[in-house]
């Protein structure tokens, strides 16, 4: 999802519309943006804020279980090898499978509700951390990789996309 130009047009549309439509229920695109950069700028990375909450004036995101720093960290190193193979799960040959494997049992039922402070901006959104398509791939979800670890600049470009 970070590397939107690489994206097909019928990938880069899906995208496109997922954004728009959670940005409208967060009150608008640039409501939706203030929320990204808010987390971009909030060290450490609220994922792994005891409470389970990011709170900032526009809004709030909450999730149903604690994380820890070093699953982030395993999921950040498994977050690159998923843009390098199209799937967040090694080989099984590989040494670290097990451990990523054990990361999506983990992390799999965590979901992320996003609501807006002012109810009258619209009803907010929820998502989950993965989308597991079978036993051997699985994906970390869009809207988790917009929300928590994209640029601004490239939620910008999927939000501002014109489908052809």
């Excluded at 909030?42 to 709170?55: E, G």
């Excluded at 982030?72 to 193979?85: D, G, M, P, T, Y």
């Excluded at 080989?91 to 979901?111: C, D, Q, Y």
């Excluded at 051997?136 to 928590?148: C, H, Q, S, W």
Aim: one cysteine or more.
């Amino acid at each position: 999802m970070c590397d939107f130009n690489n994206l097909n047009d019928e990938e880069k549309k899906l995208y496109h519309e997922q954004l728009l439509q959670c940005a409208n229920n967060f009150g608008g695109k640039n409501f939706f943006l203030h929320l990204l950069e808010a987390i971009r700028e909030t060290k450490p990375h609220p994922l792994i804020a005891a409470n389970s909450q990011f709170d900032m004036e526009l809004g709030t995101i909450t999730w149903n279980k604690v994380i820890f720093n070093d699953k982030l960290q395993l999921l950040l190193k498994a977050r690159v090898n998923e843009s390098k193979q199209d799937n967040l799960l090694p080989g099984k040959e590989e040494k670290s499978f097990k451990k990523i494997l054990n990361l999506v049992r983990a992390l799999k039922p965590i979901v992320f509700h996003v609501h807006p402070a002012n109810k009258e901006d619209g009803q907010g959104f929820y998502f989950q951390t993965f989308d597991v398509i079978n036993a051997e791939k699985t994906k970390l979800d869009p809207l988790f990789d917009a929300v928590f670890f994209c640029s601004v600049d490239a939620v910008k470009k999927a939000l501002n996309y014109e489908p052809k």
